[in-house]
Protein backbone atom coordinates (compact mmCIF):
# COMPACT_ATOMS: atom_id res chain seq x y z
CA UNK A 1 0.00 0.00 0.00
CA UNK A 2 1.40 3.34 -0.94
CA UNK A 3 1.25 6.12 1.37
CA UNK A 4 2.56 8.45 3.94
CA UNK A 5 3.55 7.36 7.61
CA UNK A 6 3.88 9.67 10.51
CA UNK A 7 5.96 8.78 13.74
CA UNK A 8 5.06 8.75 16.46
CA UNK A 9 1.19 9.57 16.71
CA UNK A 10 1.14 11.16 19.99
CA UNK A 11 4.40 12.53 21.50
CA UNK A 12 5.56 14.12 25.06
CA UNK A 13 8.24 16.62 25.31
CA UNK A 14 9.93 18.53 28.55
CA UNK A 15 9.85 21.89 28.03
CA UNK A 16 13.43 23.17 26.61
CA UNK A 17 13.88 19.27 24.51
CA UNK A 18 14.42 19.34 20.92
CA UNK A 19 12.01 16.53 19.51
CA UNK A 20 12.19 14.98 15.91
CA UNK A 21 8.77 13.76 14.46
CA UNK A 22 9.02 11.68 11.49
CA UNK A 23 7.54 11.44 8.21
CA UNK A 24 7.89 8.98 5.46
CA UNK A 25 6.27 8.49 2.01
CA UNK A 26 6.35 5.45 -0.92
CA UNK A 27 4.54 7.21 -3.38
CA UNK A 28 7.18 7.99 -5.13
CA UNK A 29 6.85 12.07 -4.45
CA UNK A 30 9.00 14.77 -5.03
CA UNK A 31 7.17 17.40 -2.72
CA UNK A 32 7.29 17.31 0.69
CA UNK A 33 5.23 19.63 3.42
CA UNK A 34 5.33 20.38 6.84
CA UNK A 35 1.98 21.74 8.36
CA UNK A 36 1.52 22.99 11.77
CA UNK A 37 -2.61 23.03 12.95
CA UNK A 38 -3.75 24.00 16.41
CA UNK A 39 -7.35 23.79 18.08
CA UNK A 40 -9.96 25.21 15.68
CA UNK A 41 -7.59 26.50 13.35
CA UNK A 42 -6.60 25.63 10.05
CA UNK A 43 -3.33 24.72 8.74
CA UNK A 44 -0.10 26.82 8.45
CA UNK A 45 3.00 25.79 6.23
CA UNK A 46 5.96 25.15 8.28
CA UNK A 47 8.31 24.00 5.85
CA UNK A 48 8.25 21.96 2.07
CA UNK A 49 10.36 20.41 0.03
CA UNK A 50 10.57 20.48 -3.63
CA UNK A 51 13.37 17.99 -4.20
CA UNK A 52 16.01 16.31 -2.18
CA UNK A 53 18.76 18.06 -1.02
CA UNK A 54 16.79 21.47 -0.76
CA UNK A 55 13.60 22.86 0.95
CA UNK A 56 11.88 26.21 1.70
CA UNK A 57 10.56 28.12 4.66
CA UNK A 58 7.05 28.57 4.73
CA UNK A 59 5.25 30.87 7.05
CA UNK A 60 5.70 29.98 10.42
CA UNK A 61 9.45 28.35 10.28
CA UNK A 62 10.68 29.96 13.73
CA UNK A 63 11.96 27.45 15.75
CA UNK A 64 11.78 24.32 13.73
CA UNK A 65 14.54 22.62 11.46
CA UNK A 66 14.24 19.87 8.80
CA UNK A 67 16.39 17.52 6.26
CA UNK A 68 15.94 16.13 2.87
CA UNK A 69 18.61 13.36 2.28
CA UNK A 70 15.93 11.25 1.49
CA UNK A 71 13.32 11.59 -1.45
CA UNK A 72 11.20 9.52 1.06
CA UNK A 73 11.96 10.83 4.03
CA UNK A 74 11.43 14.64 5.44
CA UNK A 75 11.93 14.53 9.14
CA UNK A 76 10.76 18.14 11.27
CA UNK A 77 12.87 18.65 14.52
CA UNK A 78 11.11 20.90 17.25
CA UNK A 79 14.06 22.76 18.72
CA UNK A 80 13.66 24.41 21.96
CA UNK A 81 13.45 28.02 20.86
CA UNK A 82 9.74 27.36 19.52
CA UNK A 83 8.05 29.07 22.28
CA UNK A 84 4.40 27.52 21.84
CA UNK A 85 5.04 23.74 20.43
CA UNK A 86 1.85 22.10 21.86
CA UNK A 87 -0.11 21.14 18.22
CA UNK A 88 -1.07 18.90 15.55
CA UNK A 89 1.23 18.34 13.08
CA UNK A 90 0.50 17.07 9.82
CA UNK A 91 3.39 15.90 6.86
CA UNK A 92 2.24 15.66 3.40
CA UNK A 93 3.39 15.18 -0.09
CA UNK A 94 2.76 15.67 -3.74
CA UNK A 95 4.29 15.00 -7.26
CA UNK A 96 5.49 18.63 -7.27
CA UNK A 97 6.59 20.25 -10.46
CA UNK A 98 4.08 22.47 -12.34
CA UNK A 99 1.25 19.88 -12.18
CA UNK A 100 -1.89 20.07 -10.99
CA UNK A 101 -1.59 17.91 -7.64
CA UNK A 102 -3.21 17.23 -4.71
CA UNK A 103 -1.51 16.76 -1.85
CA UNK A 104 -1.81 13.69 0.19
CA UNK A 105 -1.43 13.58 4.35
CA UNK A 106 -0.25 11.63 6.63
CA UNK A 107 -2.32 10.85 10.10
CA UNK A 108 -0.17 13.79 11.85
CA UNK A 109 1.61 13.66 15.07
CA UNK A 110 0.31 15.66 18.23
CA UNK A 111 2.82 17.01 20.23
CA UNK A 112 2.31 17.94 24.10
CA UNK A 113 5.16 19.93 26.02
CA UNK A 114 4.59 19.58 29.57
CA UNK B 1 -1.03 38.04 -2.37
CA UNK B 2 -2.92 34.72 -2.45
CA UNK B 3 -5.60 34.05 -0.06
CA UNK B 4 -8.36 31.79 1.18
CA UNK B 5 -11.55 32.70 2.55
CA UNK B 6 -13.95 30.70 4.84
CA UNK B 7 -17.16 32.47 6.24
CA UNK B 8 -18.82 30.18 8.14
CA UNK B 9 -16.93 29.10 10.82
CA UNK B 10 -19.42 25.99 12.22
CA UNK B 11 -22.61 24.58 10.02
CA UNK B 12 -25.87 22.53 11.23
CA UNK B 13 -27.44 20.53 8.51
CA UNK B 14 -30.82 17.80 9.10
CA UNK B 15 -29.17 14.45 7.51
CA UNK B 16 -30.53 13.95 3.53
CA UNK B 17 -30.61 17.77 3.01
CA UNK B 18 -27.61 19.33 0.93
CA UNK B 19 -25.54 21.39 2.50
CA UNK B 20 -23.60 24.02 0.51
CA UNK B 21 -20.00 25.13 1.81
CA UNK B 22 -18.57 28.79 0.95
CA UNK B 23 -15.25 29.79 -0.34
CA UNK B 24 -13.64 33.15 -1.42
CA UNK B 25 -10.20 32.84 -2.97
CA UNK B 26 -7.87 35.68 -4.14
CA UNK B 27 -5.01 35.82 -6.73
CA UNK B 28 -3.37 37.58 -9.60
CA UNK B 29 -2.11 34.40 -11.09
CA UNK B 30 -4.72 33.76 -14.14
CA UNK B 31 -3.29 29.72 -13.74
CA UNK B 32 -4.72 28.22 -10.62
CA UNK B 33 -6.14 25.27 -8.73
CA UNK B 34 -8.72 24.78 -6.28
CA UNK B 35 -8.82 22.08 -3.49
CA UNK B 36 -11.59 20.82 -0.59
CA UNK B 37 -10.63 18.68 1.89
CA UNK B 38 -12.31 16.78 4.94
CA UNK B 39 -10.98 16.27 8.16
CA UNK B 40 -12.76 14.04 10.34
CA UNK B 41 -12.13 14.15 14.02
CA UNK B 42 -9.34 11.59 13.73
CA UNK B 43 -7.52 14.13 12.25
CA UNK B 44 -6.50 12.87 8.50
CA UNK B 45 -6.77 15.36 5.75
CA UNK B 46 -8.89 13.63 2.85
CA UNK B 47 -9.13 15.15 -0.73
CA UNK B 48 -12.44 15.83 -2.10
CA UNK B 49 -12.02 17.64 -5.03
CA UNK B 50 -10.07 19.72 -7.42
CA UNK B 51 -10.97 22.30 -10.30
CA UNK B 52 -8.34 24.02 -12.27
CA UNK B 53 -8.83 27.56 -13.65
CA UNK B 54 -9.10 26.68 -17.19
CA UNK B 55 -11.81 24.14 -16.58
CA UNK B 56 -14.53 24.87 -18.17
CA UNK B 57 -17.24 22.49 -16.19
CA UNK B 58 -17.66 22.48 -11.99
CA UNK B 59 -16.00 19.66 -10.83
CA UNK B 60 -17.97 16.55 -9.62
CA UNK B 61 -16.90 13.48 -7.54
CA UNK B 62 -19.54 11.06 -6.28
CA UNK B 63 -21.75 13.45 -3.73
CA UNK B 64 -19.45 16.30 -4.19
CA UNK B 65 -19.60 19.18 -6.09
CA UNK B 66 -17.92 22.37 -6.47
CA UNK B 67 -19.68 25.33 -8.01
CA UNK B 68 -17.02 27.30 -9.69
CA UNK B 69 -17.59 31.49 -10.25
CA UNK B 70 -14.80 32.51 -11.38
CA UNK B 71 -15.68 35.88 -11.66
CA UNK B 72 -16.26 36.24 -8.19
CA UNK B 73 -13.69 34.28 -6.96
CA UNK B 74 -15.59 31.37 -5.86
CA UNK B 75 -15.53 28.02 -5.47
CA UNK B 76 -18.27 26.58 -3.20
CA UNK B 77 -18.13 23.19 -2.07
CA UNK B 78 -21.88 21.49 -2.17
CA UNK B 79 -22.45 18.46 -0.97
CA UNK B 80 -25.64 16.38 -1.85
CA UNK B 81 -27.74 14.11 0.24
CA UNK B 82 -25.78 14.61 3.12
CA UNK B 83 -24.97 12.11 5.91
CA UNK B 84 -23.56 11.74 9.10
CA UNK B 85 -20.32 11.05 8.40
CA UNK B 86 -20.34 13.97 6.65
CA UNK B 87 -19.58 15.46 9.87
CA UNK B 88 -15.94 16.74 10.35
CA UNK B 89 -14.12 20.39 9.52
CA UNK B 90 -13.53 21.05 5.44
CA UNK B 91 -11.12 23.01 4.16
CA UNK B 92 -11.00 24.86 1.29
CA UNK B 93 -7.36 25.35 -0.80
CA UNK B 94 -5.59 26.81 -3.77
CA UNK B 95 -2.47 26.90 -5.47
CA UNK B 96 -1.13 29.11 -8.12
CA UNK B 97 0.52 27.09 -10.60
CA UNK B 98 3.60 29.43 -11.93
CA UNK B 99 4.43 29.65 -8.70
CA UNK B 100 6.14 26.59 -6.36
CA UNK B 101 4.60 23.88 -5.20
CA UNK B 102 2.70 25.45 -1.86
CA UNK B 103 -0.66 25.66 -1.24
CA UNK B 104 -2.89 27.72 1.03
CA UNK B 105 -5.42 26.45 3.26
CA UNK B 106 -8.55 28.68 4.34
CA UNK B 107 -9.50 28.45 8.65
CA UNK B 108 -12.19 26.02 7.82
CA UNK B 109 -15.81 24.99 8.31
CA UNK B 110 -16.80 22.69 10.93
CA UNK B 111 -20.04 20.66 9.43
CA UNK B 112 -22.39 19.18 11.84
CA UNK B 113 -25.04 16.84 10.16
CA UNK B 114 -28.27 16.23 12.59
CA UNK B 115 -30.08 13.19 12.45
Known amino acids: DGGITQSPKYLFRKEGQNVTLSCEQN?????MYWYRQDPGQGLRLIYY???????QKGDIAEGYSVSREKKESFPLTVTSAQKNPTAFYLC?????????????FGPGTRLTVL | AQKITQTQPGMFVQEKEAVTLDCTYD???????LFWYKQPSSGEMIFLIY??????QNATEGRYSLNFQKARKSANLVISASQLGDSAMYFC????????????FGKGTRLHILP
Open chain 1, 92 to 104: ASSIGGHVVNEQF
Open chain 1, 27 to 31: LNHDA
Open chain 1, 49 to 55: SQIVNDF
Open chain 2, 27 to 33: TSDPSYG
Open chain 2, 51 to 56: QGSYDQ
Open chain 2, 93 to 104: AMRDLNRDDKII
